[in-house]
């Protein structure tokens, strides 16, 4: 869903530059307290997987195709300040060196594919935590399904900025329904795309996802009675 | 122990990366995204239609002369 140059107007176009400037700027001082040491080596291979992943346009229905936006994946994997820096870094790169998304579109295209995606998608996945037990399996659902809802949020967001600042003649209201409904059905394969990165980076690393954090159980050292003395013989 | 599985983890994870990139990148459906595909089914007139208005890119062939461009 990158947008091209053209399709918004230069106002609308700067003031969402605006926008994604700050969304970037708080993310990299949020990022910087929160991140861990150890997490910031997967931030690199988060970035690196996403740019991979977006290549891969799946089928969605007739003559339409979708691909991973990926800021709520990052942001499960890395939490949502490191998360949306991992995205805003693939559109930048897209943007300016592969001809993906206008170069002036690039605020437009961060807000809606990078901060949409990662702060909404983060907050519908701590809903969906909140509701469901903690366990692994609630929070590769959870990411799933924050993921679909995310690209439609994404969708709602294009559909706001073509309302305030749009270039074509169709009205907003087909415009919404448009983008709402096909990326619904894209929404589907992020969600499951979304499920099986979790999944498997749960099964392997479950201490380096963000996202689970509250499920690890600090190591107890477990001692019996008369080891120590046995030790000391 | 753990920083090194750390370490086998990350090229895992850059060996899948790069693998889909390369192996199944050819099998990517080459239909318009959902973006491009409402823009060009909404076009209400030849030039004051919706996809009619995207122009082209500045770095169209990338910063640099003959870069291929991703489609």
């Excluded at chain 2, 770095?59 to 991703?70: H, I, K, L, V």
Aim: glycine share 14%; charged share 10%.
């Amino acid at each position: 869903m990158h947008i091209p140059d053209g399709f918004i107007n230069a106002p609308t176009s700067l003031a969402a530059g605006a926008v994604a400037a700050g969304g970037v700027g708080v993310s990299l001082r949020r990022a910087a307290e929160t991140l861990q040491e150890k997490q910031a080596p997967l931030a690199g291979l988060v970035a690196a997987y996403i740019f991979a992943v977006q290549m891969l346009n799946f089928p969605v229905a007739a003559g339409t195709s979708g691909h991973l936006l990926g800021g709520a994946l990052a942001a499960v994997l890395v939490g949502p300040w490191a998360g949306a820096l991992c995205v805003s870094v693939v559109l930048l790169v897209q943007g300016l060196l592969f001809a993906d998304g206008g170069l002036s579109a690039l605020g437009l295209n961060i807000v809606n594919m990078a901060l949409v995606t990662a702060w909404g998608g983060y907050a519908v996945f701590l809903l969906l935590r909140r509701a469901l037990p903690a366990t692994k399996t609630s929070v590769t659902v959870s990411a799933g399904v924050a993921a679909g809802i995310s690209v439609v949020l994404a969708s709602l967001a294009f559909v706001v900025e073509y309302a305030i600042g749009g270039n074509g003649g169709a009205s907003v209201g087909t415009v919404f329904a448009a983008m709402v409904g096909v990326h619904t059905l894209i929404g589907i394969g992020e969600g499951i795309i979304t499920a099986l990165t979790v999944g498997v980076v749960l099964g392997v690393r479950p201490d380096l996802v963000y996202g689970a954090a509250d499920l690890q159980t600090p190591l107890v050292l477990a001692t019996n009675p008369g080891d120590t003395a046995r030790e000391a013989s | 122990m753990r920083s090194s599985n750390l370490r086998i983890f990350l090229l895992g994870g850059l060996l899948v990366a790069i693998g889909l990139a390369l192996l199944v990148s050819g099998f990517a459906s080459s239909s318009p995204d959902g973006l491009n595909k409402v823009a060009e089914d909404h076009k209400v007139a030849e030039d004051h239609g919706f996809a009619a208005n995207a122009r082209q890119h500045l770095f169209e062939n990338g910063p640099w002369p003959a870069t291929p461009s991703r489609v």
